[in-house]
């Protein structure tokens, strides 16, 4: 798993991932808006495939197609999210 490789799951407030929950991505959307007090501009959603991103990005997420998991750290150092 991507954690296990690059320990990053700690620099977020709320980890949702669809596997867990047993949901669909686009039914985790909502299931994410629900869970937090935070608005979609304030969400970040990492994700290889180009629709959910898609979708995320006109309901307001921030979003980073992620297409090479091996560049994780540089989307997120880009996106200056601090690492804890």
């Keep these: 798993m991507l954690e296990e490789k690059f320990d ?5 407030d709320y980890v949702i991932l669809s596997y867990e929950e047993g949901i669909k991505k686009p039914e985790l959307l909502k299931k994410v808006l629900e869970k937090t007090d935070y608005q979609p501009g304030e969400i970040l ?9 898609k979708e995320a990005s006109k309901m307001g997420f921030k979003t980073i197609l992620c297409e090479n998991a091996d ?6 150092t880009k996106l200056d999210i601090p690492r804890n």
Excluded: R, W
């Design 8 to 12: 990053f799951l700690k620099d977020f």
């Design 45 to 53: 959603l990492l994700d290889d495939g180009e629709e959910i991103i």
């Design 71 to 76: 560049k994780i750290e540089e989307y997120l």
